[in-house]
């Protein structure tokens, strides 16, 4: 199995990063649509959405993207999208503010192995920010890079006085980014079989694919049901 997370080979400017997000507070934060989700305040500024719209903070894979006008604003993080050289889908500044959790929870189709990866940036955090991926502590720090594997459980704990805000990309995988993974150790062969989910995590599967009925969710509960 592949790693739960991972730490990109490179880093970004804390200060460019900390000026472009200064340009974003001035737009508004959205509250994070899944309400049952989290405590406290979970919001959310797009760069790049459905709408193309600030306040669009909507994130479903397969679906048309298109750049906000507030990224026209923020050439660093319009350099740093530039700097990953596939498909980007959503586009976001995600901010936990003090006190506040993000509950265990899965995102459905939101491994590499599913074709997608999804990129952390943190712009704004401390050591009293706790972020989990599969009940390991993932120690993400300022201008560093991450992917982590989030079909897997996965919570945020902020219990410090400061807002967490990261900068995140939602990326479909290609042969680019297939070279970059392999040289940080991923098996890019790999395909998950369901038999090696646990219990828990097959529970919690079961029940993001049962808040959107469909033929195809309805087709994949039931092979996680199966013994």
Not at 138 to 152: R, S
Request: aromatic share 12%; proline share 4%; with cysteine.
């Amino acid at each position: 199995m592949n790693p739960s997370s991972s730490k990109l080979p490179i880093s970004f400017s804390i200060d460019k990063l900390q000026n472009d997000l200064i340009i974003c507070e001035k737009d508004l934060w959205t509250p994070h649509f899944n309400t049952n989700r989290y405590e406290g305040n979970w919001t959310s500024v797009s760069l790049r959405s459905q709408s193309g719209l600030t306040n669009d903070i909507m994130s479903f894979a397969n679906q048309e993207y298109k750049n906000t006008s507030l990224l026209d604003r923020c050439h660093y993080f319009k350099e740093i999208m530039d700097w990953f050289q596939c498909e980007k889908e959503a586009v976001r500044l995600l901010r936990l503010d003090p006190k506040s959790e993000i509950k265990e929870h899965v995102d459905n189709d939101t491994s590499y192995e599913d074709g997608f990866f999804r990129i952390h940036i943190p712009i704004i955090t401390n050591s009293d920010v706790f972020f989990y991926v599969d009940k390991k502590l993932v120690p993400m720090k300022m201008g560093e890079c991450w992917y982590a594997n989030f079909q897997l459980p996965h919570s945020v704990e902020n219990k410090s006085n400061e807002p967490r805000i990261h900068f995140t990309l939602d990326c479909i995988r290609n042969e680019w980014s297939d070279e970059l993974f392999a040289k940080m150790g991923f098996d890019i062969q790999y395909s998950p079989n369901k038999n090696e989910y646990s219990d828990e995590m097959k529970q919690q599967i079961i029940a993001e694919l049962s808040r959107n009925p469909s033929e195809t969710s309805a087709k994949l509960i039931a092979a996680l049901q199966e013994k």
